[in-house]
């Protein structure tokens, strides 16, 4: 990847935030197909699209991503192993000098997967699991998911695999389980991941019930603190730097600066938790390819010009969190130069008070197996919740592949 060393007296995020040549992450979901429904999908997978690119569309992209020198990709969905052709693309990468980490809810990790994977030392994987036991997990993820991915990483562990990824999106009712998710973390020999739930996708309908109470917030700062430097948070939780000390990372907003997201018909959006028209930049069909949309679309260029603080202008810890996160303030209707939903200050809070009754943006495009007509609500009794989401589909999620490519659940 080509960069421009700072000069002397710049800090490394000022260039960040001025973009570079090619981004530092890059998500490419594979594919809207996913096995399960999981209440707080970012992308409303769950039906494929009959667009989706095909492997020699692909197979053109990774070699884009090689001429531009980019080291990684993240590689998601949906759940990207159903794909016929993902290990065919992942061997492509990887022999491309495109390393791979994806993401899997593990359902396809078998003992002789589990044993390619372990002998590779450009793919890494990434297991989702969002509770510490079965039944906060399977609410959120689908009854049986915890059982799944637990199979996944003992699979891992015994093919030798050390250091795959386990990760979870912090919500209400697991974020007094983060010693429990290292624990089970360090059983498998994995790191943990732990990523914030935004109110995108699916997530739209049960972010007000699922998103971290001010007071778990506090609690998750404080223990980031201790732990931060033996877990990967990418960069998720920059909004809570106004406690006091900055978390490890980057902490600003990447979006179209050093972070994109590629669907799965190659649209390129400016971040993977902003999947909606007003972020997107451009399409990898399109003259130019990627390297065009990154380097050039209108959407990019306007967001690595300086940003307003706006509303945040006045207050003291603005250079710490940077007014927070787009995509959360984007779909709860605030607006991008105010103050973050979750500002650990209370401004986001008055904000979301004094918004009014409006209707709030819609992430776009909506891939639900079922039609979404009213927000999902999660009661709890005791603190867990007591209500397990409804999986089947009214239409096959793998509707268009091929018989016999299914994933198999364990």
Request: glycine share 10%; with cysteine; charged share 25%.
């Amino acid at each position: 990847m080509t960069t421009v060393a700072p000069a002397e007296g710049t800090r490394l995020v000022d260039r960040f935030e001025r973009g570079l040549d090619a981004p530092i992450c890059l998500t490419w979901e594979l594919t809207y197909a996913c096995n399960l429904a999981c209440v707080h999908c970012l992308s409303s997978s769950g039906r494929r699209d009959p667009r989706e690119l095909t492997t020699a569309e692909c197979r053109a992209l990774i070699d884009e991503f090689e001429r531009m020198q980019i080291f990684y990709v993240n590689i998601g969905g949906g759940e990207p192993t159903i794909r016929s052709d993902f290990w065919d693309l992942v061997d492509y990468a990887t022999e491309h000098h495109v390393g791979v980490k994806f993401s899997t809810n593990g359902s396809r990790i078998s003992e002789a997967i589990a044993a390619r994977l372990a002998a590779s030392d450009y793919v890494d994987v990434q297991i989702s699991l969002d509770g510490a036991t079965a039944e906060v997990n399977d609410a959120v993820r689908g009854e049986g998911s915890f059982a799944t991915a637990v199979t996944a990483m003992e699979r891992l562990a015994a093919a030798g695999f050390a250091g795959f990824k386990l990760s979870v999106v912090v919500t209400r009712h697991n974020v007094g389980q983060l010693d429990a998710f290292k624990s089970i973390a360090d059983r498998y020999g994995a790191q943990l991941r732990l990523t914030r739930l935004r109110p995108s996708g699916r997530g739209a309908d049960v972010w007000d019930e699922l998103h971290p109470t001010a007071d778990q917030q506090r609690q998750l700062y404080d223990w980031l603190v201790l732990r931060g430097e033996e877990v990967l948070t990418g960069d998720s939780f920059f909004h809570l730097a106004a406690y006091g000390d900055a978390l490890p990372g980057l902490n600003l907003c990447g979006a179209g600066r050093v972070v994109c997201l590629v669907d799965p018909v190659g649209d390129v959006y400016a971040c993977p938790f902003a999947i909606h028209d007003e972020f997107l930049a451009g399409n990898v069909r399109g003259a130019g390819g990627f390297t065009s949309v990154w380097r050039a679309s209108d959407l990019f260029l306007e967001l690595r010009e300086p940003q307003s603080a706006g509303a945040c202008s006045s207050c003291g810890h603005f250079d710490a969190c940077r007014g927070g996160c787009m995509a959360a303030k984007f779909f709860t209707g605030l607006p991008l130069d105010g103050p973050d939903p979750e500002c650990v200050l209370g401004h986001g809070e008055h904000a979301l008070g004094a918004r009014g009754d409006v209707e709030t943006p819609r992430p776009s495009p909506d891939h639900s197996s079922r039609p979404r007509t009213v927000a999902v609500a999660l009661t709890t009794r005791g603190g867990t919740p007591d209500r397990r989401p409804d999986r089947s589909c009214d239409e096959h999620p793998l509707a268009g592949f091929a018989p016999g490519s299914a994933p198999t659940a364990r």
